[in-house]
């Protein structure tokens, strides 16, 4: 994406050679630089907290991570780009981005990815239970059964495939 390509910068080379990054284990951030493009690119994961004419302060936070997310960055897009622009004696040490914040950061990624809506429809009320076990039976022999509470007798299927479980 064009946000994921910005945050790297062109082809992975840097753009300004004086924008050096140094990211702590408490998740702020500070990069040495007087680039506009670079504090942009910045701001775009990043809680700006204090900019000096050469200096730019940020925290990496929730908030602001899953705002870069919308925008199409990833987990990895972030943490390349700091790993890119680290500080020549931060680069020394492996890994340049501290290891709490890298799973931090793929931990808020995949919360977006934890539950995924599907329209489908419930059915209750059934007659008696035979019935109930035989719409599981058949709704899960189709494919089509998403969720099932047996004490209750709720039986959830796909969207589409309601005339299917009536056969």
């Not at 992975?12 to 284990?25: K, L, M, P, Q």
């Not at 701001?43 to 936070?61: A, H, I, K, W």
């Not at 990815?113 to 035989?134: G, I, K, Q």
Request: hydrophobic share 45%.
């Amino acid at each position: 994406s064009a946000a994921a390509t910005a945050a790297n910068g062109s082809g992975g080379a840097h753009t300004d050679e004086s924008a050096f990054i140094i990211v702590e284990t408490n998740f702020r951030v500070y990069a040495h630089t007087s680039s506009q493009v670079q504090r942009m690119v910045l701001s775009l994961m990043l809680r700006q907290d204090c900019v000096l004419p050469n200096l730019f302060v940020g925290t990496l936070t929730r908030d602001k991570f899953l705002e870069a997310l919308e925008l199409g960055l990833t987990a990895a897009d972030v943490t390349t780009f700091l790993q890119q622009h680290a500080h020549p004696q931060v680069a020394r040490r492996v890994p340049s981005v501290p290891e709490n914040v890298q799973e931090q950061l793929m931990l808020w990624e995949s919360e977006t990815r934890r539950v995924a809506s599907e329209a489908a429809y419930l059915y209750s009320n059934f007659e008696d239970p035979e019935l109930y076990m035989a719409s599981i039976s058949n709704a899960q022999s189709l494919g089509i059964l998403l969720w099932a509470d047996n004490q209750q007798q709720l039986l959830a299927i796909r969207h589409g495939g309601e005339l299917a479980a009536c056969q």
